[in-house]
């Protein structure tokens, strides 16, 4: 498996991960999906206090790696929605 490939399963089992966490604070609370998510990053700044790490330090960073990964992700979108043709024309 080619280390592009390793990255996404990677990031697709994170997610997945994070789902079931999400289903089990909305479970357990009987809660609703936006005060599970408060819940979820809270106790995330938590876990991080812990550790004695800058919640805000990592928060910064990682924005800046979730804007390029939407930036690729809407890139490929509007790539595949595009006729062959047209996708062939730009490329060359």
Known sequence: MSAKKR??????STKQALRE????IEAR????RERALI?????????MD????DFHWFSDR????YVRERHR???ALAER???RTVRKAVRE
């Open 29 to 32: 609370g009987n809660v609703t």
């Open 62 to 65: 990682s924005y800046a790696h």
């Open 7 to 12: 990255i996404t399963a990677g990031e697709q």
């Open 73 to 75: 992700y809407l890139k």
């Open 81 to 83: 929605r595009q006729p």
């Open 50 to 53: 812990d550790m004695g790490e």
């Open 39 to 47: 819940n979820l990053l809270t106790d995330l700044r938590h876990l």
């Open 21 to 24: 966490v999400l289903r089990g």
